[in-house]
């Protein structure tokens, strides 16, 4: 750009620049420091943009016990703004050659994504799971999401395989487990909807008992409304959510001796649906107090099939909700620095006379208590249980 001579150059009588980013030298030569090392009659020379180079085979390696050493090439055979054809060939010193193939697809207001991938196993005595012990082994992903409106987004997930052991086996993924859903989700400044169907299917040296044992949500639906009132009268907030939860098997563990129940077969359903009110109000010498109001209303119904569960039984019950937080913000400022120190006492009041809200436990099997949440008026990490009784915290 500054006019100056670099290392190498090249001069030709002719350069002509075709539409596909290609050019055509005739009678060119390459100078090395402005000495003439080479000269052709022609030379055709392809496109070399970043675009175009981001399609050229990048081989990566990697070597497993039941794979061998395998060189896998990863290269973009089709491009253009909307669509994207991606070949990725494997070729393995012990299991053969394994052919892969992404299909991406761009709309205006959306994409979808389709993976395929499969081989013929040369030595499926490498692996000790006997589902993985095939000839043919395969795996077929797709997934999708759409935006009608600005503030809706569709979706789905789906994937299917020979085996579930093949894709971690074949280093195609990390991920322990995959989802396969449909959902739609609505977004704006004071409201939130999220709606699924979703199956849960484990990967690896996973049995058919082990599958039947995750949960299929039939469905789960979730929405969160704000509506700030008039200047010093607070907010409202209301939310709500409806999980059904389908098990094939009971799903239990132990640690030290100690037997857990993760989830028991049959069908459950549980409604919950919660409003409240608060304001926070500024006092003398700056003191913020957050009053709140507010209740819960919990309906949930288990069919009974697990011999383990509680039988089939039914349960509604409500939970009032008071309380009071007051904090007293200070900020000491040296130079550049500030220190924010918040001495914070809260008094909370939850007055449900259960606290198993759900029946059975799906979504709450820990009390989750971190940095972020001591102040919460409910630390259970789902909705099938809930904190009740008076409590005071002071931090």
């Known amino acids: 750009a500054k006019g100056r001579r670099i290392g190498w150059s090249m001069k030709a009588k002719r350069v002509i620049s075709s539409a596909d980013g290609s050019l055509y030298m005739e009678q060119p030569s390459l100078a090395i420091l402005g000495v003439p090392i080479a000269w052709l009659p022609f030379f055709w020379l392809p496109d070399t943009s970043e675009n175009a180079l981001s399609r050229v085979p990048k081989p990566s390696y ?91 987004t569709v979706g789905m997930s789906y994937t299917a395989f020979t085996d579930a052991a093949y894709l971690p086996d074949y280093t195609l993924t990390d991920d322990k487990s995959s989802i396969n859903e449909v959902y739609a989700t609505n977004v704006t400044d004071s409201s939130y909807i999220d709606a699924r169907v979703q199956s849960f299917t484990l990967l690896g040296d996973v049995t058919a008992s082990s599958q039947g044992q995750q949960g299929q949500t039939l469905p789960t639906v979730r929405f969160e409304h704000v509506e700030d009132l008039a200047p010093g009268m607070g907010r409202i907030d209301v939310s709500g959510k409806l999980l059904g939860v389908h098990r094939d098997l009971d799903s239990t563990t132990s640690a030290a001796a100690v037997p857990y129940t993760l989830g028991v077969a049959g069908n459950k359903q549980h409604a919950s649906f919660q409003a409240g009110w608060q304001n926070q109000i500024i006092g003398g010498g700056g003191l913020v107090f957050t009053p709140y109001l507010g209740g819960r209303i919990d309906a949930a119904y288990y069919d009974g099939t697990s011999a383990i569960g509680p039988g089939r039984t039914s349960l509604f019950s409500a939970t009032p909700i008071a309380a009071m937080d007051v904090r007293y913000p200070m900020a000491a400022v040296d130079g550049q620095t500030v220190h924010l120190i918040e001495p914070i006492a809260q008094l909370v009041y939850r007055g449900s006379s259960t606290t198993a809200t759900g029946i059975t436990n799906d979504d709450a099997q820990s009390f989750v208590f971190d940095d972020t949440n001591p102040f919460s008026y409910n630390r259970f990490s789902g909705s099938d249980r809930q904190e009740t009784g008076l409590r005071a915290n002071i931090g």
């Open 62 to 152: 990697f070597y497993t016990a039941k794979t061998g050493h395998a060189l896998a090439f990863n290269t973009t055979v089709y491009s253009t703004r909307w669509t994207d054809v991606v070949l990725t060939p494997t070729l393995m010193s012990r299991q053969g050659l394994l052919l892969g193939a992404g299909w991406t697809q761009r709309f205006d207001n959306g994409s979808f994504r389709i993976k395929a991938s499969g081989l013929y196993q040369r030595d499926k005595n490498a692996f000790t799971f006997a589902e993985a012990q095939r000839d043919f082994r395969g795996a077929i992903q797709a997934s999708g999401s759409f935006k009608p409106t600005k503030e809706w």
